[in-house]
Antibody, heavy 123, light 107 residues
Framework: EVQLVESGGGLVKPGGSLRLSCAASGFTFSNAWMSWVRQAPGKGLEWVGRIKSKIDGGTTDYAAPVKGRFTISRDDSKNTLYLQMNSLKNEDAAVYYC??????????????WGQGTLVTVSS | DIQMTQSPSSLSASVGDRVTITCRASQSISSYLNWYQQKPGKAPKLLIYAASRLQSGVPSRFSGSGSGTDFTLTISSLQPENFATYYCQQSYSTPYTFGQGTKLEIK
């Protein structure tokens, strides 16, 4: 059974930093492309960024609002995905979900999701 | 960036009704379109991928259609557990973008 368990959320002041983790199990994590998706309170879903598997280059891609401030990384030996968030702003407050990315006949889809971890940005 | 627009934003319906939600892309995305269901306090759940392919385990009363810029999600006969918020998402190019959501409520 695929499981994704996020952790690391909490209260942080504007300008602060936080690192989220996503522990994966039930699939071959090293082969997986992974994404982070967030959801501000009462709002819709927003893709944050993704990391390819190392065999596919291990490169990252980010949404414009977080580019230069957030960094996605992975530790395949620990089956863990990370999201390092720096220079946090009020508008970064959200539930952050990690997701698996699967390739279908047309494009990718997010098929497994964690339960989410809440990040609150407030002074 | 590709903008995704859903309509309506909210919808009231009764158990047994047939419901259709529309998603429009700001440019052609072929069939690079997925649909998700989200219930309050829960993570989204994949329903449909590649515009019309039913994810494993999803009931057949859910169906998707469309290509290019216009897509629909149809629920043929609403069940109590289907009252939720539905999102479309394009995977044609990054940044992957979602529609704003359609909240389906009980009439």
């Amino acid at each position: 059974e695929v499981q994704l368990v996020e952790s690391g959320g909490g209260l942080v002041k504007p300008g602060g930093s936080l690192r989220l983790s996503c522990a994966a199990s039930g699939f071959t994590f090293s082969n997986a492309w992974m994404s982070w998706v967030r959801q501000a309170p009462g709002k819709g879903l927003e893709w944050v960024g993704r990391i390819k598997s190392k065999i596919d280059g291990g490169t990252t891609d980010y949404a414009a609002p977080v580019k230069g401030r957030f960094t996605i990384s992975r530790d395949d030996s620990k089956n863990t995905l990370y999201l390092q968030m720096n220079s946090l702003k009020n508008e970064d407050a959200a539930v952050y979900y990690c997701t698996t990315m699967t390739f279908g006949p047309t494009g990718i889809y997010f098929d497994y999701w964690g339960q989410g971890t809440l990040v609150t940005v407030s002074s | 960036d590709i903008q995704m627009t859903q309509s309506p934003s909210s919808l009231s319906a009764s158990v047994g009704d047939r419901v259709t939600i529309t998603c429009r892309a700001s440019q052609s995305i072929s069939s690079y379109l997925n649909w998700y269901q989200q219930k309050p306090g829960k993570a989204p759940k994949l329903l449909i991928y590649a515009a019309s392919r039913l994810q494993s385990g999803v009931p057949s009363r859910f169906s998707g259609s469309g290509s290019g810029t216009d897509f629909t999600l149809t629920i043929s006969s609403l069940q109590p557990e289907n009252f939720a918020t539905y999102y479309c998402q394009q995977s044609y190019s990054t940044p992957y973008t979602f529609g704003q959501g359609t909240k389906l409520e009980i009439k």
